[in-house]
C-alpha cells in the first residue's frame, strides 16, 4: 500500500465559508484525497495518494471549483526573515485591490448621490451623466461580487454575493431601461414620488443605490480581508526565535554554519548572552538558562554537565559546551509551531449567518419576483408588472444585510481599540458568546513576571545587594532593586552555587543553600512551600539569613477573577511553574484549588485545554508567553497580554493591550455586546423585507419608495451600530 502523501495549498478567491466547504466537497471526491480546508488561513491541508492523482490535479480541481490554487512550500527556520509567504502575497495583493475598487467607488458615487437626492442640482441630462458613472461603478467595483456569483451559480450555490449581484442588477438594469425605453431619458427629468408602481406617472432610476450599496460592501469586504487568520504570521515569529547560526566545534576549532547544517550528534559552543542553537545535552560548563519562553517562568534554571537544553532559550552567564540531540523539525521548537499550526487548522470559522440564511432567503426572493411579475401581467400589464417585480428584488437588495455584520464590527473594535482591545474578527464575537471556562497563564498574566523580595529573615538584605549588585541575574536583580548599595569587592561568580563578594571586610555569599539550615529551616521550607525561591545569604561561610524572592500578584487580579465569575466564566490557572507557587496564587485571587494544573510544558497546556474542551466546555484561553501559543490557537477564544510576545498576540483572537487582567473580562462584555448588536441589526434588516416584499409584490410599492425603504433600513443599521461608541469599562 502507497503512503499517503502531503500537501499544502494556498487558495485564493474565497469569499465566505461556502466556499472553503465547497473546495473541500470537490477534493474530497477525489480517489485517494482526504483535503481539509481552512477559510481563515487561506490554504487547505490535503493527503494523497500519487497513485491516484497528482498535486498539479489537485490544483486544477480547485480551479475548476472557480478558485486559485498554488503550492505553499515549507519555510525553513533560517530563511524566514526572507521567505514570502504565498498565501500573505496573494492575501495582500486582494487587500490592494478590494482598496483601490473602494476608493473609485466611493468617489464616482458621490456626486451619483448628490445629483439623485437634490433636485436643485440636476441640470437638464443629469441622469445621463449618473448612468455612465453608476456603468463604471457597477462594473469596475462591482467585479469582485459579480465574478464570485457566477462562481456560485455555476455550482448551484447562494451566498451573499449573490444577494448582492442580484440587487445591484435589479436597479442598474431597470434604471437603464427607464432611460432607454422609459420617460427618465428626457431632458430636464425629475423624478415625482408616488407611493404605489401603478401610480407612477415618470419612471424612476436608482444609480445611486447602485453605487453606495457596491461603496459600502466593498469596505466591508476590505476590512473582513485586513483581518482574516494571522497564522503563517504567528508561525514565523515563533521560528524567527530560533539561532539563525551556531558555533560548531570541527577537530577542535569553533567554525560558524547555518542553523540548518547543523546534525545530530554536532558539538557546539554557547556563550553568555547567545541562543542556544538547536536542542542537546550539556557536555561541559555550567550556566543559568532562560527559559522563558519555553516555560513562561522569569527564573532561568540552573544548567550543567549532563542537563538537556533547549534550543531558542538563552544562556544568561556561563559558557557552555552542547551536543546537539535533535535538529530541524524534531527540536521543541519546531514542534511548538506544529502544535500552533493544528490548533488553528482545526478551529474551523463560523459560517456568517448572512450566507446561511442566503441559502434560503435568495432563491425565494427570485421566485417571489417571477412569480409577481407572472401574476401582474395577467392582471394589470407589462409595465406594471414589470415595476412590480423590479420592487420585489430592489426591496430585497442586501445593503442593510452587508452592513449589518462590517459596521458593528468597525464601531465595536474601535472603541476596543480606543480602550486597548483589539479584537480580530467576527468569529471570535461568536465565541465569546459560548464561552463558560476561562484558563489563565499565571506567570506575566495573573502575576507580574517579574522577580521581588517577598521575605527577608535575618539583617542580610544589604549585604546581599551588595554582593548581587555585579550580577545580572533576574534574582540578583530583585534583591539590587529592594535595596541600592555600594557594590562589593571582590565580586566572582560560583558555578551553580551563586555569587560572593567582600563587603565592609567580610566574605558574603548568595545563593542556595550549603548543608544544615539551623534556626532558619522554618523558614526556608515555608518559603518554598509557598512558591517561593529562598535565596541563603552566608557571611565568612555562616549562614546569617534568607531573602525570599517571589513573582508577585498583580494587584488587580483578584478583582479580574471576580469580573470573570460575574460573566458567567470558571477560571482555572495553569503553569509551569511548581505546585506551591501555583497554589499560593490561586488562594490570593480566588481560584479554586482544584482547578490548578502547575508544572506543565507548551504540550501539556494544549492537552489541559482540550481536555476541557472534551469535558463539554468552551474555553478561552489567557496568556503571554510563546509557551502559551499553541494553547491560544486551540482554545475556543484565544486572548493574548499585549505586553506578552509576537507569537502569543498573532496565534490569539483578542490582544489586550494592557498588563491589567480586568481587560480580559472588558473584552469579553465589548464582544458579547458586539455580537447583540450585529444579531440586531440582521433582525432589522429582514424584519422591513418581510413588511414590505409582500407590499410590493401586489404592486402597491413603487420601486423608489422600495429604494428609500432599503436606504432607511441602512441608516438604522449603521446608526444602531454607532451607538457601541457608548461602551465603557464597568468601573472607576
Known amino acids: 500500500m502507497t503512503t499517503p502523501v502531503h500537501l499544502d495549498l494556498g487558495i485564493a478567491g474565497m469569499t465566505c465559508t461556502s466556499c472553503s ?171 415625482h414620488m408616488t407611493f404605489t408602481a401603478h401610480h407612477a406617472k415618470m419612471d424612476h432610476i436608482y444609480f445611486e443605490s447602485v453605487g453606495m450599496v457596491i461603496t459600502f460592501l466593498l469596505l466591508g469586504r476590505w476590512f473582513e480581508v485586513k483581518a482574516k487568520g494571522q497564522s503563517s504570521e504567528a508561525l514565523r515569529n515563533l521560528l524567527n526565535m530560533g539561532a539563525k547560526d551556531a558555533s560548531v566545534l570541527v577537530d577542535g576549532t569553533e567554525k560558524r554554519i547555518p542553523i540548518s547544517q547543523v546534525q545530530e550528534g554536532d558539538v557546539f559552543i554557547v556563550r553568555p548572552g547567545e541562543k542556544i542553537a538547536t536542542d542537546g545535552v550539556v557536555l561541559s560548563g555550567a550556566s543559568a538558562v532562560d527559559e522563558s519562553m519555553l516555560t513562561g517562568e522569569s527564573l532561568p534554571v540552573e544548567v550543567s554537565e549532563g542537563d538537556t537544553v533547549t534550543g531558542a532559550t538563552i544562556n544568561s552567564s556561563g559558557k557552555l559546551e552542547v551536543r546537539a540531540t535533535r535538529v530541524g523539525s524534531d527540536t521543541v521548537l519546531s514542534q511548538m509551531a506544529e502544535l500552533v499550526t493544528q490548533a488553528q487548522v482545526g478551529k474551523a470559522p463560523v459560517q456568517k449567518l448572512v450566507d446561511r440564511i442566503a441559502q434560503v432567503f435568495v432563491p425565494v426572493v427570485i421566485g417571489i419576483a417571477i412569480l409577481t411579475l407572472v401574476i401582474q401581467l395577467f392582471f394589470g400589464g407589462v409595465a406594471p408588472a414589470f415595476l412590480a417585480a423590479v420592487s420585489v428584488l430592489i426591496i430585497a437588495c442586501p445593503c442593510a444585510m452587508g452592513l449589518a455584520t462590517p459596521t458593528a464590527i468597525l464601531v465595536g473594535t474601535g472603541r476596543g481599540a480606543q480602550l486597548g482591545l483589539l479584537i480580530k474578527g467576527p468569529e ?53 532593586n529592594a535595596c541600592a548599595v555600594e557594590p562589593a569587592s571582590d565580586f566572582r561568580s560560583i558555578d551553580g552555587q551563586g555569587v560572593e563578594g567582600t563587603v565592609n571586610g567580610k566574605r558574603v555569599r548568595v545563593g542556595r543553600a550549603a548543608g544544615d539550615l539551623g534556626e532558619f529551616t522554618t523558614a526556608f521550607e515555608e518559603s518554598e512551600a509557598a512558591g517561593g525561591t529562598p535565596v541563603c545569604v552566608y557571611v565568612d561561610e555562616e549562614l546569617a539569613g534568607i531573602i525570599e524572592v517571589r513573582d ?21 490557572l495553569l503553569t509551569g511553574d511548581n505546585a506551591g507557587a501555583a497554589q499560593a496564587v490561586a488562594e490570593e485571587v480566588g481560584i479554586d484549588p482544584a482547578n490548578v494544573t502547575a508544572g506543565v510544558m507548551p504540550e501539556d497546556k494544549v492537552d489541559v485545554v482540550k481536555r476541557l474542551q472534551a469535558q463539554g466546555n468552551n474555553v478561552a484561553m489567557v496568556g503571554d508567553g510563546v509557551n502559551d501559543a499553541a494553547a491560544l490557537a486551540q482554545a475556543d477564544l484565544g486572548l493574548a497580554m499585549g505586553a506578552g510576545t509576537d507569537v502569543a498576540i498573532e496565534a490569539s483572537d483578542i490582544t489586550l493591550m494592557h498588563s491589567d487582567l480586568r481587560s480580559a473580562a472588558d473584552a469579553i462584555r465589548l464582544s458579547r455586546r ?59
Open 674 to 732: 458586539t455580537l447583540r448588536t450585529i444579531k440586531g441589526n440582521l433582525f432589522w434588516a429582514f424584519a422591513y423585507n418581510v413588511v414590505l416584499i409582500p407590499v410590493a409584490a401586489v404592486g402597491l410599492l413603487n420601486p423608489l419608495f422600495a429604494g428609500l425603504a432599503m436606504a432607511f433600513s441602512s441608516v438604522f443599521v449603521v446608526s444602531n451600530s454607532l451607538l457601541l461608541r457608548r461602551f465603557n469599562v464597568e468601573r472607576d
Open 552 to 572: 508577585t500578584v498583580k494587584d488587580t487580579a483578584a478583582d479580574a477573577i471576580a469580573e470573570l465569575r460575574e460573566l458567567g466564566l470558571t477560571p482555572h
Open 21 to 191: 466547504s465547497r473546495v473541500e466537497r470537490k477534493l474530497n471526491k477525489v480517489d485517494g484525497v482526504t483535503a481539509s480546508v481552512n477559510y481563515a488561513t487561506e490554504s487547505a491541508s490535503i493527503e494523497y495518494s500519487p497513485e491516484s492523482t497528482t498535486p498539479q490535479e489537485l490544483m486544477d480541481v480547485v480551479s475548476k471549483a472557480g478558485y486559485e490554487a498554488f503550492s505553499l512550500e515549507p519555510e525553513q527556520p533560517d530563511d524566514t526573515d526572507s521567505a514570502t509567504d504565498p498565501v500573505d502575497a496573494a492575501r495582500e495583493e486582494e487587500q490592494q485591490d478590494l482598496l483601490h475598487r473602494t476608493i473609485v467607488a466611493a468617489v464616482i458615487s458621490t456626486p451619483i448621490m448628490a445629483l439623485s437626492m437634490i433636485p436643485a442640482w440636476q441640470f437638464e441630462y443629469w441622469q445621463w451623466a449618473c448612468a455612465i458613472l453608476a456603468t463604471i461603478v457597477y462594473i469596475f467595483g462591482g467585479a469582485p461580487f459579480h465574478k464570485a456569483t457566477w462562481a456560485n451559480i455555476k455550482h448551484g450555490s447562494f451566498t451573499m454575493d449573490t444577494l448582492i449581484t442580484m440587487g445591484t442588477s435589479a436597479a442598474y438594469f431597470w434604471s437603464l431601461y427607464a432611460l432607454f425605453f422609459g420617460n427618465a431619458g428626457q431632458p430636464g427629468m425629475q423624478m
Open 428 to 480: 471570535i464575537l461568536e465565541s465569546t458568546r459560548r464561552i463558560d471556562t476561562v484558563v489563565l497563564d499565571k506567570t506575566g498574566t495573573v502575576t507580574t513576571g517579574e522577580m521581588s523580595v517577598a521575605n527577608v529573615h535575618g539583617d542580610v538584605l544589604e549585604l546581599a545587594a551588595a554582593v548581587e549588585a555585579s550580577s545580572a541575574h533576574p534574582i540578583a536583580q530583585a534583591i539590587q
